[in-house]
Nanobody, 121 residues
Framework: QVQLVESGGGLVQPGGSLRLSCATS????????MGWFRQAPGEQRELVAG???????HYAGSVEGRFTISRDNAKNTVYLQMINLKPEDTAVYYCNTVLSVLTGITNNDVWGQGTQVAVSS
């Protein structure tokens, strides 16, 4: 199983930016498809961005053009750069390995603690 540690969240005003990081343990990171998810209070967890092992990216429509997912295989880390944040982006953000960056179906039962993003004036 892959262990995951998310960081970088915080409180920002609408229009602000944040960069989230997800450090992973275990070997083989470069072979994993990775996804960033978020879960708002009372809502189901949803996939917002994914990056394949080959670097192909996919985004949910609600974040397209504002979020950028990237990976550093040398550091076993995946990032989520978020700009022009909106109040509706408020959620706990998680990362995980995924079988598909389109469906967000995970193949790792272990989730990290997540990192809280709050967008408010």
């Amino acid at each position: 199983q892959v262990q995951l540690v998310e960081s970088g969240g915080g409180l920002v005003q609408p229009g602000g930016s944040l960069r989230l990081s997800c450090a992973t343990s275990g070997r083989g990171f470069r072979f994993y498809n990775m996804g960033w998810f978020r879960q708002a209070p009372g809502e189901q967890r949803e996939l917002v961005a994914g990056v394949t092992s080959g670097g192909v990216t996919h985004y949910a429509g609600s974040v397209e053009g504002r979020f950028t997912i990237s990976r550093d295989n040398a550091k076993n880390t995946v990032y989520l750069q978020m700009i022009n944040l909106k109040p509706e982006d408020t959620a706990v953000y998680y990362c995980n390995t995924v079988l598909s960056v389109l469906t967000g179906i995970t193949n790792n039962d272990v989730w990290g603690q997540g990192t809280q993003v709050a967008v408010s004036s």
